[in-house]
């Protein structure tokens, strides 16, 4: 047993030492953006890299949020996996996020363009880094759409897909609350949503839902509603890896097959067991929930192996 021990220490240490981190900022007109460079030490350079981009509400570059009360740091275990691998990325905090905290606009300003804009600003900085040889786009749930968006809009040739939603966002919040609103409620829920998916706002939200549909949020609503993922992925002229956990509870299979049926050329991968925080747990709703903020749980090898496979090509 002490054999085994000292073994996995050793190994910990070993893959521990094969990776650098450093801070990154990004200056933009409305404020600064930070994130965190994850670095293969002993790289060949230039090294491929990808920015990976977080998912919706207050997620951090991490996979973090803190209404769930506790960190699983998936993202950051995918930054540090991929790094064992070769391939250098950059996460970062969203504006209103985190340490980008200072750089929100007024919640009235904000538009989904906004954030996809920021990405694109991310990825021009990093072409411009001579350590790197080549940028990709990794988006993970709602960071999915605004990968692809900012994919197409800076004209990269790869794009990665982790539980993207493969239909629009006013459709999702349905399928997502259908089972926890009361009839009244989700009626009312049903009227907002096709109100925002016209682009009119709404002024008599219920208190109940106004955590969700609040008249400040809701122009970055409409907007984000406008965003039709499977038409953004069919017009995407790159290569393309569409990845989906069979045991997540935000994000279907249906969604990553609906993906990879608008573009046929793109590469799909459903993993058993894995959730929506890349985790591998059974699919009873208590241990899903749990994982949210577990943060000693690995994350699923099979979605890094993957991945930096999919970059080295």
Known sequence: MLKIRTFI????????????????????????????????????????IALIIAGSGPTDRDGN??????????????AQG?????????????????????????????????LAEDA???????????????????????????????????????YVSIAGPGQPAGDMILSQVRSQLPEDLLKK???IVAALTDGKTVDDVPPALGALFR???????????????????????GRILIVQGTSDIQVTVDDAQALAKAQPRA??????????????????RDKQLASYSDPSLPINQTLVDAIARFIGK
């Open 9 to 48: 220490l050793a190994l910990t240490f070993i893959m521990a030492s094969a990776l650098y981190a450093e801070p990154a900022q990004l200056k933009t007109p409305t404020g600064t953006l930070y994130g965190t460079l994850e670095l293969p030490q002993n790289a060949s350079r230039p090294c491929p």
């Open 215 to 237: 008249p400040s949020v809701q122009p970055y609503i409409i907007s984000w509603f406008r965003y039709k993922p499977t038409v953004e992925i069919a017009g995407f002229s």
């Open 267 to 284: 590469e799909l991968l459903i993993i058993p067991s894995m959730n929506h925080v890349l985790k591998d747990t059974p699919a009873e």
């Open 189 to 191: 829920c049903q009227e």
């Open 120 to 158: 694109v600003l991310w990825t021009r900085q990093l072409q411009q880094d001579p350590r790197f040889s080549g940028v990709t786009v990794i988006g993970h749930s709602e960071g999915a759409s605004l990968g692809l968006l900012a994919a197409r809009m800076a004209q990269l040739q790869t």
């Open 82 to 114: 991929l790094a064992i691998q070769g391939i250098a990325s950059l996460r970062y905090d969203k504006r209103g996020i985190g340490q980008s905290a200072e750089a929100m606009l007024a919640e009235e300003d904000l538009r989904f363009g906004t």
């Open 65 to 78: 949020n803190p209404l769930l009360g506790g960190s699983n740091n998936s993202l950051k275990m995918l």
